[in-house]
């Protein structure tokens, strides 16, 4: 363009790298400038929902906003050093993510409790209904809603 | 307060243990005047081994903890520095003068340290977001809870499918350190690391350039890459800046081998590669092309060839754990087709529609202004300085080593299984791209300082240069901000 409009002559191995290096520049500062303003609006994008923590977005994020209560009042009712299992409907990662310190135990290890949230087997079923005749104190199966249910293993 | 004194533990223990590396490999001098210039370096450096050795560390079962990492680092840091002093002492009289740094090189410096400083700060609260939560920061947090690899997150037939149990482990490891060592397991944190460790890799590279009084000019293009919308990614704590940022770093220390043939840029570029390659799976295969690559250009002279191939060992050494563990506790379903299925020539033949679009999906963003045009200027300048034979040699290894790592994610995408292809090729084109694009930010950091100035001060192009004699570096006296 140079050589076109002044009739300056600019060597190619000069032309281009100044011709890269003035875009770059020029364009460094603004770019920097927008990224912090983007970067701002992605931040507000993420911003919880009111009562909401940062593990618990997660159900939020999966539309699963029922399993926020479930999970806390589950996890009054879990010691922070125990292992559990789990069955059932909520993100699964969502809920170790909410639960943790708490571990869910690796497969075929033991779990001191069991969370069950929509998928209730037949036993476990059975074993509730056994126990309704106990005292509250005797029971190991805690019930927050319909197939919300919480086991502690002898 | 214990969370800010324990993040800032963690990054001055990265940096302590990163500049007796860079001293021991005779890069850094024991005196400030050396030593504040390769900061950016140094931390990158510090986190690479800390990562890299603390993955293999968990993977052989030892438990993660604050303290015995402090202590590990602390004598590593010693052992090293004194190796670089007693070097620094045989080579006494060689080392650089202090001169004050003009403007135009502490400016850009400033401005890189205080935008990162800006978005740590910034981030320090933000949310999870979904990827995240899945994989990375959920690892992180296991980690740090039990100080290993337990529990259903990384259990042989796991339920939690989602968290991609095979995905390398470096980002959930020094975010399970970083954790230990503030004492709580807050999100914001590792992402300020994520943001720690982009500052330290845009200082790095200029320094390792030796761009001096040229530094401006090597940072326009990572600032650039650094504002470039894949940064996003860092908010959502995804894994593809880290990785992009180690592999920029061990690029261009690769590529300082190839120039100069001195032997010391072979620390960082292990260390850097093998800590892409623990990142990220593509990051391995990033690691591997610039590798080969670097074997191509290096083949005429035999001492630089061996050190290459040391890098290249150093690099296997490093991702063996992750990959042992992996074999051992897998299959795990990967987005990777393994090459028994990939290379059967019908396989590809009914995908090729998957190739275009691919391709076409990169291309796109490469030419997109909201990633900084950067690859377009990298491909015109590297063909400028081919066909006027100036750093040509630097340009080929570049441009070779660009094409590689583009070719590297078409071939993933082309063979790709996902079911929902042209989904998976659009969402994730978003992020593969930042590798491409960071290596291209550092082609040019490294070149244009290089193409630009006057021809009489330009070293010599040793990777074109006759065998028998190899070029010797020319190095320009290093300024307290030149980094």
């Given at each position: 363009m140079l050589r076109a409009l002044l009739h300056w002559r600019v060597p190619l191995r000069v032309g281009v790298p100044t011709a890269a290096a003035v875009?770059?520049?020029?364009?460094?500062?603004?770019?920097?400038?927008?990224?912090?303003?983007?970067?701002?609006?992605?931040?507000?994008?993420?911003?919880?929902?009111?009562?909401?923590?940062?593990?618990?977005?997660?159900?939020?994020?999966?539309?699963?906003?029922?399993?926020?209560?479930?999970?806390?009042?589950?996890?009054?009712r879990i010691p922070t050093d125990a292992?559990?299992?789990?069955?059932?409907?909520?993100?699964?990662?969502?809920?170790?993510?909410?639960?943790?310190?708490?571990?869910?135990?690796?497969?075929?290890?033991?779990?001191?409790?069991?969370?069950?949230?929509?998928?209730?087997?037949?036993?476990?079923?059975?074993?509730?209904?056994?126990?309704?005749?106990?005292?509250?104190?005797?029971?190991?199966?805690?019930?927050?809603?319909?197939?919300l249910l919480l086991v502690r293993e002898p | 307060m214990r969370t800010e004194a324990g993040?800032?533990?963690?990054?001055?223990?990265?940096?302590?243990?990163?500049?007796?590396?860079?001293?021991?490999?005779?890069?850094?001098?024991?005196?400030?005047?050396?030593?504040?210039?390769?900061?950016g370096a140094a931390l990158a450096t510090g986190l690479a081994a800390i990562g890299v050795v603390s993955v293999a560390a968990v993977v052989a079962g030892l438990n993660l903890d604050a303290a015995a990492l402090t202590a590990v680092v602390v004598v590593a840091a010693a052992v090293s520095g004194a190796v670089g002093l007693l070097r620094s002492r045989r080579a006494a009289g060689l080392g650089p003068r202090w001169r004050r740094p003009a403007p135009a090189t502490w400016v850009p410096v400033a401005v890189i340290g205080a935008f990162t400083a800006a978005q740590v700060i910034l981030s320090r609260h933000v949310p999870i977001a979904w990827d995240a939560a899945h994989i990375w920061t959920a690892k992180a947090v296991s980690i740090a809870t039990t100080g290993g690899l337990d529990g259903q997150l990384f259990s042989e037939h796991s339920h939690l499918t989602t968290s991609h149990q095979d995905y390398p482990l470096l980002e959930p490891v020094l975010g399970a350190l970083l954790f230990r060592f503030t004492a709580v397991t807050r999100h914001g944190l590792l992402i300020g690391e994520l943001w720690v460790l982009l500052g330290a890799a845009m200082l790095a590279v200029p320094w390792l350039c030796r761009s001096g009084d040229r530094t401006w000019l090597a940072a326009a293009p990572l600032?650039?890459?650094?504002?470039?919308?894949?940064?996003?990614?860092?908010?959502?704590?995804?894994?593809?800046?880290?990785?992009?940022?180690?592999?920029?770093?061990?690029?261009?220390?690769?590529a300082r081998l190839l120039e100069t043939s001195e032997r010391g840029y072979a620390l960082p570029?292990?260390?850097?590669?093998?800590?892409?390659?623990?990142?990220?799976?593509?990051?391995?295969?990033?690691?591997?092309?610039?590798?080969?690559?670097?074997?191509?250009?290096?083949?005429?002279?035999?001492?630089?060839?061996?050190?290459?191939?040391?890098?290249?060992?150093?690099?296997?050494?490093?991702?063996?754990?992750?990959?042992?563990?992996?074999?051992?506790?897998?299959?795990?379903?990967g987005d990777i087709t393994p090459l028994s299925t990939s290379l059967d020539p019908g396989f590809l033949?009914?995908?090729?529609?998957?190739?275009?679009?691919?391709?076409?999906?990169?291309?796109?963003?490469?030419?997109?202004?909201?990633?900084?045009?950067?690859?377009?200027?990298?491909?015109?300048?590297?063909?400028?300085?081919?066909?006027?034979?100036?750093?040509?040699?630097?340009?080929?290894?570049?441009?070779?080593?660009?094409?590689?790592?583009?070719?590297?994610?078409?071939?993933?995408?082309?063979?790709?299984?996902?079911?929902?292809?042209?989904?998976?090729?659009?969402?994730?084109?978003?992020?593969?791209?930042?590798?491409?694009?960071?290596?291209?930010?550092?082609?040019?950091?490294?070149?244009?300082?290089?193409?630009?100035?006057?021809?009489?001060?330009?070293?010599?192009?040793?990777?074109?240069?006759?065998?028998?004699?190899?070029a010797r570096p020319v190095e320009r006296p290093q300024t307290a901000a030149s980094a």
């Open positions: 875009v770059l520049v020029a364009f460094a500062v603004p770019s920097v400038w927008g990224a912090m303003r983007g970067l701002d609006g992605t931040r507000d994008g993420l911003l919880l929902a009111p009562g909401i923590n940062e593990r618990e977005k997660c159900f939020v994020d999966t539309h699963q906003d029922w399993a926020v209560n479930f999970t806390r009042w589950v996890a009054k292992e559990f299992d789990y069955l059932g409907r909520a993100d699964p990662v969502c809920l170790q993510l909410v639960l943790f310190p708490r571990v869910w135990a690796a497969t075929g290890d033991p779990a001191q409790y069991r969370i069950y949230a929509g998928i209730v087997p037949e036993p476990v079923r059975a074993r509730l209904r056994a126990e309704r005749r106990l005292p509250p104190a005797s029971r190991t199966i805690e019930r927050y809603g319909r197939d | 993040f800032l533990a963690f990054n001055a223990l990265a940096l302590g243990l990163g500049l007796g590396l860079l001293s021991s490999a005779g890069l850094v001098r024991p005196r400030l005047a050396s030593a504040l210039p390769a900061a600032a650039l890459a650094a504002a470039a919308i894949p940064n996003q990614g860092i908010l959502r704590g995804d894994a593809d800046v880290p990785m992009a940022c180690f592999l920029v770093v061990g690029a261009v220390a690769l570029a292990a260390l850097c590669l093998g800590a892409a390659a623990n990142t990220k799976n593509e990051g391995l295969v990033f690691a591997l092309a610039l590798l080969v690559c670097a074997f191509g250009f290096a083949l005429r002279r035999r001492p630089v060839v061996l050190t290459v191939g040391a890098v290249a060992a150093a690099v296997v050494v490093v991702v063996v754990p992750w990959r042992l563990w992996v074999h051992a506790h897998g299959p795990f379903a033949t009914d995908r090729l529609s998957q190739l275009d679009f691919g391709i076409q999906q990169l291309l796109g963003h490469f030419a997109d202004p909201a990633y900084g045009w950067l690859v377009p200027a990298f491909l015109a300048v590297a063909v400028a300085a081919l066909l006027s034979r100036r750093a040509s040699g630097l340009a080929g290894f570049y441009l070779v080593g660009f094409l590689a790592v583009v070719l590297a994610l078409g071939w993933v995408y082309w063979t790709s299984q996902q079911p929902d292809i042209a989904g998976h090729i659009s969402r994730t084109a978003l992020r593969t791209v930042t590798a491409p694009l960071f290596l291209a930010a550092g082609a040019l950091a490294h070149l244009l300082p290089q193409l630009v100035q006057a021809p009489a001060v330009a070293g010599p192009d040793a990777l074109t240069g006759p065998p028998e004699a190899p």
